[in-house]
T-cell receptor
C-alpha cells in the first residue's frame, strides 16, 4: 500500500517555466489537498478537491491550477514559475472531511526551487 | 490573519523531560484539533487529535490539553526521547471540507 505518492521529489525551474507536480493516492480517498510549506511558516492550503471533477481554492491559490479527473490523481500546475513559488509542496488525502474519525495522509513532498 | 498561533518556535529539552508546545486559535467554528509530527525530508504525520468537547486526551507519552473557553490547546510529551526530535505542528479544522489551518510549527530537539 503506497499511500500518497508525489513526483518529482526535487525540481529546479527557471522563472517563467511551467511544470506539473504529480500526486496519486491508492486509498480510494475522496478528498485531496495541496499545501505549500515555507520555512517557519507552517503549511498553507493551495487547492483542495472533494471528489473527481470538483476543485476549490484554498488560502493561497494564485499562480496555481489543479484538476481532478480521477479519484486517484490530483496534479498541481504552475504556469509561469516565480521565485515566490520556491517552496516544499505536499499533497494529502483523506476519506472525508478531517475529523476524529478521518485523518489526512501526506505525501513525502516536492522541493521546488525557482531561479 | 493567522488563525492558529503556535509557540515556541523552537524548544530544547533534556532526555526524560517534559516537552510542552502551545497553540491558540481564533475561529470558534473549529471543531477538530490535530497535532502533526514531521521528520526532516518527510511529510507530516498525524500524532494525536482532540475535539472541543473533551478537555484532555492521552495516547502513550503524548497528551493534548484543551481549554475551550481560552481557545487554547497544548501538546505534552512525557519522558521525551531523542527519537521525538522533530517539527510539531498544531492544526485546526472547521465544519467544512477545506483542509486544515496549521500553526507555524515548533522545532523540538531532545538532548541525550
Amino acid at each position: 500500500n503506497a499511500g500518497v505518492t508525489q513526483t518529482p521529489k526535487f525540481r529546479i525551474l527557471k522563472i517563467g517555466q511551467s511544470m506539473t507536480l504529480q500526486c496519486t493516492q491508492d486509498m480510494n480517498h475522496n478528498y485531496m489537498y495541496w499545501y505549500r510549506q515555507d520555512p517557519g511558516m507552517g503549511l498553507k492550503l493551495i487547492y483542495y478537491s472533494v471528489g473527481a471533477g470538483i476543485t476549490d481554492k484554498g488560502e493561497v491559490p494564485n499562480g496555481y491550477n489543479v484538476s481532478r479527473s480521477t479519484t486517484e490523481d490530483f496534479p498541481l500546475r504552475l504556469e509561469l514559475a516565480a521565485p515566490s513559488q520556491t517552496s516544499v509542496y505536499f499533497c494529502a488525502s483523506s476519506y472525508s472531511r478531517q475529523n476524529m474519525n478521518t485523518e489526512a495522509f501526506f505525501g513525502q513532498g516536492t522541493r521546488l526551487t525557482v531561479v | 490573519q493567522q488563525q492558529v498561533k503556535q509557540s515556541p518556535q523552537s524548544l530544547i529539552v533534556q532526555k526524560g523531560g517534559i516537552s510542552i508546545i502551545n497553540c491558540a486559535y481564533e475561529n470558534t467554528a473549529f471543531d477538530y484539533f490535530p497535532w502533526y509530527q514531521q521528520f526532516p525530508g518527510k511529510g507530516p504525520a498525524l500524532l494525536i487529535a482532540i475535539r472541543p468537547d473533551v478537555s484532555e486526551k492521552k495516547e502513550g507519552r503524548f497528551t493534548i490539553s484543551f481549554n475551550k473557553s481560552a481557545k487554547q490547546f497544548s501538546l505534552h510529551i512525557m519522558d521525551s526521547q531523542p527519537g521525538d526530535s522533530a517539527t510539531y505542528f498544531c492544526a485546526a479544522s472547521r465544519g467544512g471540507a477545506d483542509g486544515l489551518t496549521f500553526g507555524k510549527g515548533t522545532h523540538l530537539i531532545i538532548q541525550p
